[in-house]
Antibody
């Protein structure tokens, strides 16, 4: 049974860096089959794709966030991480990690999601 | 960036009725790379449809997707009480992958 679980601080100060980790169980992040991604959702709003990573470390980022985002993978721990720098109140959102199956597209859809974690940016 | 516009914003129907949700894109979607998700309050989105018309694993056959180009539809043939939720479409053929604003399906 595949499970994804986000973890990290629920409160981040403006201008600081948001850091989250997604622990994956049931399948290894070293699998060459899947990409792993981050998606966020401001409270009461829609969804925004942040970026995705392959086990090799290849990444694809949303151009609107690219200058502030870093996604990395640790296959030895079966987890991947998100860092978002210089955060503002506009980055307040539920952050989801998810699995991207093969689709023929680098950007892909997501078939398994974590439960999400709310990150609030406030001083 | 491809913009997805979902309509209606809210759809009020009764259990047993048929629901038709629309997703229109600002540009043609490559290879019908269009997905649909269902989201209930406090839960993560759940994949329903990918490739415009392929049902995800475990999704009941009352859910169907159709369309191509810039015009896509999610149909729920006969609504069950558990189907009342928010539905999002997503295109993943062009960077960045983008989502629609959602259609809320509520009980009439």
């Amino acid at each position: 049974q595949l499970q994804l679980q986000e973890s990290g601080p629920g409160l981040v100060k403006p201008s600081e860096t948001l850091s989250l980790t997604c622990a994956v169980s049931g399948v290894s992040t070293s699998s060459s089959t899947y990409y792993w991604g981050w998606i966020r959702q401001p409270p009461g709003e829609g969804l925004e794709w942040i970026g995705s990573i392959y086990y090799s470390g290849s990444t694809y980022y949303n151009p609107s966030l690219k200058s502030r985002v870093t996604i990395s993978v640790d296959t030895s721990k079966s987890q991947f991480s998100l860092k978002l720098s210089s955060v503002t109140a506009a980055d307040t959102a539920i952050y989801y990690c998810a699995r991207k199956p093969p689709s023929g597209s680098f950007y892909g859809y997501f078939d398994y999601w974590g439960q999400g974690t709310l990150v609030t940016v406030s001083s | 960036e491809i913009v997805l516009t979902q309509s209606p914003g809210t759809l009020s129907l009764s259990p047993g009725e048929r629901a038709t949700l629309s997703c229109r894109t600002s540009q043609s979607v490559t290879s019908s790379y269009l997905a649909w998700y269902q989201q209930k309050p406090g839960q993560a989105p759940r994949l329903l449809i990918y490739g415009a018309s392929s049902r995800a694993t475990g999704i009941p056959d009352r859910f169907s997707g159709s369309g191509s180009g810039t015009d896509f539809t999610l149909t729920i043939s006969r609504l069950e009480p558990e189907d009342f939720a928010v539905y999002y479409c997503q295109q993943y053929g062009s960077s960045p992958g983008t989502f629609g604003q959602g259609t809320r399906l509520e009980i009439k």
